[in-house]
């Protein structure tokens, strides 16, 4: 029975091609923009989460707090807190030091020298395109070892591919001799510093040991440090780190450890992603809502062109559920075929568009199987109206008619 129904709705629609498409069209276009704004909200989270790990968003950065506690960190403080904390790629020291690069005879540029551990490779924010990066013993040795970045490297030499060749730096009073072990790739600082063309700044990576010791610092007055790790990890290594650091330091109970995270701010970034993903989607399910009253209203028309044969159906013994299923069933089959192209359509869409964006595409296939679940049940809603009041209609009265 169910299956003449089926079939009598496909007749139906069949016989009148132009005004099914256009039925549908208003479903198509709502599923479309739906599923388009959904995938791509997607996309530009999966996006914005990959760049701020890009940007060390995967770090942890520990202080003292200066008003319970003036004790410092040292190189060798840093290990022993790293060796008691699982799960990290290491810790660094974040310093940052200036000086000048000399050329050659009175050429000079200024220099900005990011000094640490070797576990700043890790940071999310490096690439190696020559060499490699200081390593660990380079740090215990402190070897006066140097990694320039792209820009750099060119400012310099004229060329990239500078590894194994000296760089001076004037260190405030003494000039030291650096060597290039690599070449990493440029960041968005480096060439914004060095663009300036009045005074351009070049920037370089360098072992912490090592600037100390040419700038006549003292490594032991160490003020913050970050620990690298996989984001993955965060909520495990945070309800370790400090009490690992308060045991290293000395301070178990004083409350005098700081620490800042990215994870709140990773949280806050989806959560306002989302909110603007789900604003605007309910905007798109608006055109959801119109092709809904184009259901009704089609199959309104429907209903009074075949009056008729309703009445002839009715004196022939239909009962008034087969009408009322043939109408719904015509209006689910609508909105279904509706939704399935308007599926497809918002995929092809939003495929196109994040490529063209640059942002990461991904279809969750039980966000597709919702949105036209929720396409066939609109159609269904909607179609409850006329099919009632084809199940409803007097067969004398509908035989009557025109």
Known sequence: ?????????????????????????????????????????????????????????????????????????????????????????????????????????????????????????????????????????????????????????????????VVGQSVQLDAYGPVVEFQVVGVRKDMTLDTAFASFSDSPTLMADAPYTSICDAYGIASDNIESFSIYLEGENKEEVLSKTRSVVENVMGLRGENAVKISSSLGFDSTTDSILNIITSVVAIIAAISLLVGGIGVMNIMTVSVTERTREIGIRKSLGARTSSILTQFLAEAAILTFTGGMIGMLLGITISYIICKVIDFSFYVNPMLVLIVVAISTAIGLFFGIYPAKRAAKLDPIEALRTE
């Open 1 to 161: 029975m169910y299956l003449e129904y089926i079939k009598s709705a496909l007749s139906s629609i069949r016989s009148n091609k132009g005004r099914s498409f256009l039925t549908m069209l208003g479903i198509i276009i709502g599923i479309a923009a739906v599923l388009t704004v959904l995938i791509i909200g997607d996309g530009m989270k999966a996006t914005v989460n990959g760049e701020l790990d890009s940007i060390g968003a995967t770090s942890i950065t520990v202080s003292m707090d200066s008003t319970k506690t003036d004790k410092k960190f040292s190189p060798e403080l840093l290990n022993d807190i790293e060796e008691n904390i699982d799960g990290i790629y290491g810790v660094s020291p974040s310093q940052n030091m200036g000086g000048s690069f000399i050329v050659r005879d009175n050429l000079t540029y200024d220099a900005y020298i990011s000094a640490g551990f070797a576990a700043m490779e890790k940071s999310g924010q490096v690439t190696i395109v020559h060499g490699r990066y200081f390593s660990k013993s380079d740090v215990d040795e402190a070897k006066k070892v140097i990694v320039l970045s792209q820009t750099t490297a060119k400012k310099i030499f004229g060329y990239e591919n």
